[in-house]
């Protein structure tokens, strides 16, 4: 799965999801992802909870969704993931990079979600 | 709370609190313990349409107790669990001498987290995401494996012989055999009521170049009877002259 750079057809896709469940989990991710991504950016000085929620976001996206054929969206969680991990354990002033990331996990979402 | 699938039979289908007990008994059941319902859904449709039933559960102590409760063939277990590590439940899996094939699915992708994944007990690792053929084809092979090899404790009435600790027990207690005698134990209990040839005892014990006294094997048999009996073990071993010797479960005397 990985390096996988295009993902299957929408018919594999449906084999995978036949009732369509997790495409409205990823409905409900993007909004999850949204909000905390506002939340951060309005939160002040308080980031390690939005952080934490992040990460396990980032974390259940990036075992799950390559499985389901999403694997862009898969490699940009771990890629969020990993970002996440690097700055808890060392503790950068900016969030700009893990904000980038987001919003790219962000983009491919709505991707996924305009084709089905 | 323990979401058993009952899959169709190729002869039609059954629906859940409708199937005969035959048809729930001749189908390999593989118990899927992950938390996150689109993984386990998926998991369990790609098995059932392989033809296995599926039992799934989201937490560590359910699946405690259904492994227990329920021989499986395989165990499909995820490593992040909201109540207990994954590593700590397959480590009390195997404290709890439950033998099923793991296969461990996790997204942690370090090779140190495979290797520790492994050597807690479980028997393959996938990391996710994986491709569902790969899936299948991991669940195939661990199927396939002789049940010899995936167990290493014999059984017979009160005595365990463990090939991974050398070790024999009678009641839990462990008995003080030579090596040749352990070997000749372990031959006898995976025989247990059928009749093992002189020859086939010789074969197991001497390698083809070691000299065999004519009553060696006699005399190995006599010491062994001689610990069993001492032990208290709830089995005698039998002789037929001329033909060999067969462990006899007391109450399950062949004549």
Redesign the interface.
């Known amino acids: 799965m990985k390096g996988r750079k295009t993902d299957p057809d929408r018919t594999a896709l449906a084999l995978l999801d036949p009732d369509g469940s997790f495409i409205e989990r990823l409905r409900q991710d993007r909004a999850t992802l949204m909000a905390l991504l506002k939340e951060l950016a309005d939160g002040g000085s308080e980031k390690q909870a939005p952080l934490e929620r992040l990460q396990t976001l980032a974390h259940r996206l990036a075992g799950a969704a390559g499985t389901f054929g999403h694997g862009q969206i898969g490699e940009a969680a771990i890629t969020l993931e990993d970002c996440l991990a690097d700055i808890a354990f060392f503790p950068v002033h900016s969030i700009d990079p893990i904000l980038g990331k987001a919003s790219r996990l962000c983009a491919l979402l709505d991707g996924a979600l305009r084709e089905n | 709370m323990v979401n058993r699938n009952i899959v169709a039979s190729p002869q039609g289908n059954v629906l859940p609190g409708e199937e005969s007990e035959s048809f729930t008994i001749s189908r390999p059941r593989i118990l899927v313990v992950e938390d996150?319902s689109?993984?386990s859904?998926?998991l369990s449709?790609e098995l059932a349409t392989l033809g296995y039933t599926v039992d799934r559960v989201e937490l560590a102590e359910e699946a405690l107790l259904a492994a227990t409760a329920t021989d499986y063939a395989l165990l499909i277990v995820d490593l992040?669990l909201p109540d207990r590590d994954g590593l700590d439940l397959v480590r009390e899996m195997r404290r709890l001498l439950i033998e099923a094939p793991i296969l461990m699915l996790?997204?942690r992708?370090k090779v140190e987290d495979r290797v520790l994944g492994l050597s807690s007990g479980a028997d393959d690792y996938l990391v996710?995401?994986?491709?569902?053929p790969e899936f299948r084809a991991r669940v195939a092979a661990l199927l396939r494996r002789p049940a010899r090899l995936r167990d290493n404790r014999f059984h017979a009435a009160n005595i365990v012989v463990d090939r991974d600790s050398l070790e024999a027990l009678v009641g839990g207690v462990g008995l003080p055999l030579a090596r040749k005698q352990f070997q000749l134990l372990e031959l006898l209990v995976r025989r247990k009521n059928h009749m093992t040839p002189k020859r086939m005892i010789e074969e197991t014990l001497y390698g083809f170049n070691d000299e065999v006294s004519p009553n060696s094997i006699e005399a190995h048999i006599y010491k062994l009877r001689n610990v069993l009996k001492s032990a208290g073990a709830q089995a005698t071993i039998e002789t037929r002259r001329g033909i060999g010797y067969r462990l006899v479960l007391q109450g399950d005397r062949v004549e």
């Not at chain 2, 996710?128 to 569902?132: N, R, Y």
Request: hydrophobic share 40%.
């Open positions: 996150d689109d993984i859904g998926l449709r992040g996790t997204a992708r996710k995401p994986f491709a569902i």
